[in-house]
């Protein structure tokens, strides 16, 4: 447990919410994210196939290099927003990003995932329970702020951005990435219901009946699935978080946009793989699923990029600094 000077202690986390809990969490978005989060803390790395490896390194430093490619390396100290189980920070780290990282989330059970990983892999990293629009830092205190997939979580976005530059020092820099577009999150989650439906259907039947997962896990999936709709607050056109990002205060704003067939194959991967039973699909799999990625996004970067507007790709990354 840690404590810090402008609040108590981290809350401890917790995993398995009760029904009254789920019920009054429909209607606070907060309460849902720590629910939800703290609900999967300890399966996310298996669900999302994260990795602290070349292939998740590589992942990760594509994203921040997307926006913010040729800047002096390393900064000396990096913070992560939403760091879920310390994905982006983590694995930017490893790739010489920064020598000092402490990674935040509203959910104690995200926080207490991501300071053991960074434990296991020796980096020096301290962590905290933070809410994204009252960090509880002091001003001034990072070089780098990061986060993926965590802005469309976030209820007033540009209070949190404003949040971002207080405790960054003059000059520092932010980079969000991995946050859904708005066109994409259409077709990305029409595509996953779709996978759900084939899975867990055509699982039902026959041989195929050993792919099922157990129907105590389907039910808690969907009970998560109705929380998911809660926590899931934004999707962004890349023109408008960029003006977000300029209200907020911040300077040299600029954003990028990336996958479109990549996400298409993205999004039914993962959501196969979290409809069949853990550990059925193993290592073979997860290259398969890497390597058609990478050969999408080649496809993606060199060709669709330059017949395709921006803003159909999927996946939305935006950077500035403090003036
Ligand atoms: C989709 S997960 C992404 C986790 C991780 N960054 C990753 O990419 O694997 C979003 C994370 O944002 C956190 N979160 C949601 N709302 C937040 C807020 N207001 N302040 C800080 N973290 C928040 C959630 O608890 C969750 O861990």
Request: proline share 6%; aromatic share 10%; charged share 25%.
């Amino acid at each position: 447990m840690t404590t810090n000077a402008t609040q108590g202690p981290d809350p401890e986390p917790n995993p398995h919410a009760t029904e009254a809990e789920v019920e009054a969490a429909l209607s606070d978005t907060k309460l849902a994210q720590v629910l939800y989060h703290d609900w999967e803390a300890e399966t996310y790395d298996d669900k999302w196939s994260i990795s602290y490896d070349e292939r998740c390194i590589d992942y990760a430093r594509g994203r921040f290099d997307a926006v913010a490619a040729d800047q002096p390396l390393p900064y000396e100290r990096a913070m992560e927003l939403g760091c879920g189980t310390g994905f982006f920070l983590l694995n930017l780290m490893q790739s010489g990003i920064a020598k000092k990282g402490s990674v935040t989330d509203l959910s104690p059970g995200m926080v207490r995932v991501a300071l053991r990983n960074a434990e296991n892999l020796g980096l020096d990293v301290d962590g905290r329970v933070a809410d994204a629009e009252k960090i509880p830092y002091e001003d001034n205190t990072f070089d780098l702020v990061v986060g993926h997939a965590v802005l469309h979580h976030i209820p007033d976005v540009e209070q949190a951005l404003r949040e971002v530059l207080r405790v960054l020092k003059p000059g520092g820099r932010f980079v969000f990435a991995g946050e859904p577009s708005t066109i994409g999150d259409f077709y990305a989650r029409w595509i996953s219901r779709a996978t759900w439906a084939a899975t867990t259907t055509v699982t039902k039947f026959g041989p195929l009946q050993s792919w099922r997962r157990p129907q105590e896990e389907l039910d808690e999936s969907s009970r998560a699935a109705a929380l998911e709709a809660v926590v899931d607050i934004h999707t962004f056109d890349p023109d408008e978080l960029a003006g977000i990002a300029r209200r907020a205060g911040a300077l040299q704003v600029d954003t990028a946009t990336e996958e479109l067939s990549a996400a298409m194959l993205g999004w039914p991967v993962r959501t196969f793989e979290a409809a069949v039973p853990a550990g059925k699909l193993g290592w073979g799999w997860a290259m398969f699923a890497f390597n058609g990625w990478k050969r999408l996004n080649w496809l993606d970067e060199n060709v669709l990029r330059r017949v395709v507007p921006p803003k159909f790709f999927y996946n939305v990354v935006v950077t500035g600094t403090k003036p």
